[in-house]
């Protein structure tokens, strides 16, 4: 059998880049990962913050009770981060010494990364501790990463509708820019985010980031037992843990969407999706930004390479 044709129906390059993402996710990603699903799928109640039992089930209650109750406050993911999410005061960042595999000494050409991502609320991530040897280390992980994509959300909604009033051209819908935050999520967990940082302070901070999230999954890896599963991951140290990583966020992205789409004001009571892709692409998210069932994820923007969302996010913004 030969390989499958490649996408051709698509309305705009927004559409093209998410069928594409589709693409990958089923033919690469679900089939190959999905025997390791179960080994690396975290518990938000099982991370060790909560003692014996956790109060709540679901991502929004829980995250809300780490940061409110158990963190009081601290480590909030939007800290030093600027709170106009769609500002233009740093320009777009597109020179080689700040994205990642940009042409050393050339500032003409390469990937540009929006406003949008300069002020990633992730600031709980760079503060994760990495000396916890309970075990839990999936699960810990994945209360953390729930925690950046809530207050991401948060502070995107906060200043979406002012920045839709002064950009009125703009395409760009709720649900996408939720997307769009959450594909770069899935980049900083995967260890390929091409954002490095404004400053040398940013630029080490960033730095620091990635070698705790190498450090976890180094925790992770050695949480696992020898059960043919954990064989999968050896030598992946010495790459950074990308298969681990990647395999990882497939387990969990569920999980993180949920999160990022928590409504407790209800300004995603009537968002939707820009495409089908509920049901096998049978209907689109009926509110929430989010599927019905099992699978609530509506976005295959997180397996599509950065560079090209960026490329896609400048041109409809």
């Known amino acids: 059998m030969g390989p499958k044709a490649a996408v051709t129906d698509y309305s705009d390059a927004k ?23 179960e080994a690396l799928t975290g518990q938000l109640s099982l991370a060790s913050i909560w003692g014996e039992s956790a ?11 780490y940061y409110t109750k158990r963190l009081n406050g601290k480590r909030y993911p939007c800290e030093k981060r600027s709170p106009v999410r769609f500002s233009d005061e740093y320009g777009g960042q597109c020179t080689f010494n700040r994205i990642k595999d940009n042409k050393s000494d050339d500032n003409a050409c390469g990937a ?13 991530l760079e503060k994760m501790d990495t ?3 309970d075990g839990n280390a999936k699960h810990n992980l994945l209360l953390d990463v729930c925690m950046a994509a809530k207050y991401e959300a948060e502070s995107l909604q906060g200043y979406y509708g ?35 940082g404004y400053d ?34 050896n030598g992946d140290e010495a790459n950074n843990f990308f298969q681990l990583r990647e395999d990882w966020w497939n387990a969990n992205r569920q999980q993180v969407w949920k999160a990022l789409t928590c409504d407790e004001d209800k300004k995603l009571s009537n968002a939707s999706y820009f495409r089908p892709t509920c049901n096998g692409g049978k209907s689109s998210t009926p509110n929430q930004c989010r599927c019905d069932g099992a699978n609530v994820v509506p976005t295959y923007f997180d397996y599509v390479p950065q560079y090209l969302r960026w490329f896609e996010e400048w041109a409809e913004d």
């Open 15 to 37: 559409d093209f880049l998410d069928k594409i993402g589709q693409q990958v996710y089923k033919e690469k990603v679900q089939s190959d990962a999905e025997t390791y699903k």
């Open 55 to 65: 109060a709540f089930s679901e991502p929004c209650d829980l995250v809300k009770e």
């Open 112 to 124: 540009c990364a929006p406003y949008r991502r300069l002020h990633l609320c992730d600031y709980n």
């Open 131 to 133: 000396n916890n040897n």
């Open 162 to 196: 002012q920045h839709q009033q002064t950009n009125k051209d703009s395409a760009s819908q709720l649900c996408t820019v939720l997307a769009r935050s959450f594909a770069d999520i899935g980049d900083i967990v995967r260890g390929r985010d091409l954002y490095l």
């Open 200 to 233: 040398q302070k940013e630029k080490k901070q960033r730095e620091q980031l990635d070698k705790k999230l190498k450090d976890i999954f180094k925790k992770i890896h050695e949480d696992m037992t020898n059960n043919g599963v954990k064989e999968r991951y």
